[in-house]
């Protein structure tokens, strides 16, 4: 997914991410050391699995108040750490397969507009969320 439309994975100490040029590996240390804040502040971040370990990316989660939501059938119900705003009670297969439907093909600029992002949540979520 992240290679295909060009999406940044970022992934706690724990992380299972296979290194490729998407992966901002290590992201408690870039908090840490302020260079996040050089960059643009995601608006959402799709989690898959469960809470990350990282104290720091929880507390900057939470002071960015950016939307989380966690995916994964094994999760639900399972967020210790209170800042998934959403769960999907799904696959992760299912989720990424309705996602690259949703997006594909590919619009460039996608990512830089944050109501097509909002957009494309509220397709992919179920309505009674």
Known sequence: MA???ALPILTDVLGQVRPNANAITGIDALIESGCVKAYPTP?????????PVSAKVLQWIKAENI????VGKNFVGRDHSRVARYQLDVTETAFLMAFDQAVAPQMPGFWNSGKRVE???HRLLPASL
Request: hydrophobic content about 40%; overall charge positive; cysteine-free.
């Open 3 to 5: 290679e295909r439309h």
């Open 43 to 51: 608006r959402l971040i799709v989690r898959f699995g469960g809470t």
């Open 67 to 70: 939307s989380v939501v966690q």
């Open 119 to 121: 957009r494309l949540l």
